[in-house]
């Protein structure tokens, strides 16, 4: 955004659209008309092109000013309302139930709650995790706020809006030493068990398409599951190869605890986002958790 644009322009501009009158939103902003004037003259010059024409009627949107005036109006409305949940972040008693799908749960989630007892020591956080499907129907029946995951496939996701925060892959891991590592090829996978996503994961079909594009059969010798509680502890202690979405075992993988196998696995690439009820307005509640979640991406170096 040009830098020479002031808060003092936009809500200038906004409040003469408002009042459809200079000298009336000179009033309520306690400014002087000639004042009011030169702030929407300066904004008209940076924009590059008339914003407002003056009649017996009053003031006039032009084109470009219903198109700025659009996005003007709800960035002050936006803005207004972080300011007030940043009022009572220390006062009022907020709660905000999130739910996050099992690749946040362990990489994002522990950063965000994090970020989020700083900003505001008041709020009650009530975090759930479970599947994809699990999550976005507790979303849609108001039992969450938000979900923080991958996005499903389109008939899963009716109803939400969603916010892109980063892309994750499926990883491919192994134990420390596991004999694939000497000879790392797809495949060779169903020479040992599998760990598989079942039907209704948000990753299934980005490892199905990843293996038909390898020519690579389903594996028959396969336990369905996206549990990282089990999976960790089972690829640990058996020959078992496990395809997972990163964030699940990002510190598994950093710790040396698992390895991951070195094969491409780019065509399993997807968004994990920000999902809330479409139509739904910001809160204090959710303004907040979307500063948290930006700062702990940064912190990732994800962001």
């Known amino acids: 955004m040009d830098r020479r644009i002031k808060l003092r322009h936009i809500q200038a501009f906004v409040e003469i659209v408002r009042q459809r009158s200079l ?3 000179a009033e309520r902003l306690f400014l002087t008309q000639p004042a009011m004037s030169r702030t929407l003259a300066e904004l008209e010059d940076i924009a590059g092109a008339a914003l407002l024409t003056r009649g017996r009627a009053g ?46 749960a362990t990489r994002l989630m522990p950063g965000v709650a994090a970020e989020l007892a700083g900003l505001a020591p008041a709020l009650r956080l009530t975090i759930a995790d479970g599947p994809h499907d699990q999550m976005t129907a507790q979303l849609r029946g108001g039992h969450l706020d938000a979900v923080i995951g991958r996005m499903g496939a389109p008939d899963t996701m009716k109803g939400l809006a969603f916010t892109q925060l980063y892309i994750e892959s499926v990883a491919i891991v192994v134990r420390p030493g596991h004999p694939i590592l000497a000879d790392p090829d797809l495949h060779r996978i169903a020479d040992w068990p599998v760990l598989w996503p079942p039907p ?5 079909p980005l490892v199905d398409r990843l293996l038909i594009a390898q020519g690579i059969p389903e594996p028959q010798n396969r336990i369905e599951t996206v549990s990282g509680a089990f999976g960790r502890v089972h690829v640990r202690h058996s020959d078992a190869v496990w395809f997972i979405s990163e964030g699940v075992v990002a510190l598994d993988l950093a710790e ?15 968004p994990v986002g920000l999902m809330t009820r479409a139509g739904d307005r ?22």
Not at 81 to 100: E, F, Y
Not at 285 to 299: F, K, P, Q
């Open 200 to 204: 209704w994961a948000a990753i299934r």
């Open 256 to 270: 040396g605890r698992l390895t991951r196998l070195p094969v491409s696995t780019a065509l399993t690439e997807g």
């Open 282 to 303: 910001a809160t204090p509640e959710t303004s907040l958790l979307a500063l948290a979640i930006d700062r702990a991406l940064v912190r990732l170096g994800l962001g």
């Open 23 to 25: 000298k009336k939103a």
């Open 59 to 104: 003031v006039v949107l032009t084109a470009q000013g219903e198109l700025l005036f659009r996005f003007a109006q709800s960035s002050l409305a936006d803005l207004e309302r972080g300011l007030a949940g940043v009022a009572q972040a220390d006062t009022a008693p907020q709660r905000l139930a999130l739910g996050v799908l099992p690749s946040v």
